[in-house]
């Protein structure tokens, strides 16, 4: 069993940045395709930013495409998700998520695993 622990989220103003980390514990992610989702208020989680398990092919929500970017240290066991020239539309609380199958982080959003969600509020 794998827990997933995200850091880094905050307030932040429009235009700005923010880095979110997410570290995993419990069993290595080395082998597991990694995602970000994010839920805002009222609204269904959504599907951002993916990275296949080695690493070589990434996969980005077209809201965010050319603003997030998404990376992975297997050494370290962490994901990150590097978000710049942030709009008040970005608010939303982001969850890390491992999954066996690409298509489970970019199709179905039905990960093998959760963390517990990060709150990130862009002010404008």
């Known amino acids: 069993q794998a827990q997933l622990i995200e850091s880094g989220g905050g307030l932040v103003q429009a235009g700005g940045s923010l880095r979110l980390s997410c570290a995993a514990s419990g069993r290595t992610l080395s082998r597991y395709n990694m995602g970000w989702f994010r839920q805002a208020p009222g609204k269904e989680r959504e599907f951002v930013a993916g990275?296949?398990?080695?690493?070589?092919?990434?996969y980005s929500a077209d809201s965010v495409k050319d603003r997030f970017t998404i990376s992975r240290d297997n050494a370290k066991n962490t994901v990150y998700l590097q978000m710049d020239n942030m709009k008040p539309e970005d608010t939303a609380v982001y969850y890390c998520?491992?999954?066996?199958?690409?298509?489970?982080?970019?199709?179905?959003?039905?990960?093998?695993?959760w963390g517990q969600g990060t709150q990130v509020t862009v002010s404008s």
């Open positions: 998520a491992a999954a066996s199958s690409i298509l489970e982080l970019t199709t179905r959003g039905s990960p093998d695993y």
């Open positions: 990275i296949a398990w080695s690493g070589g092919r990434t």
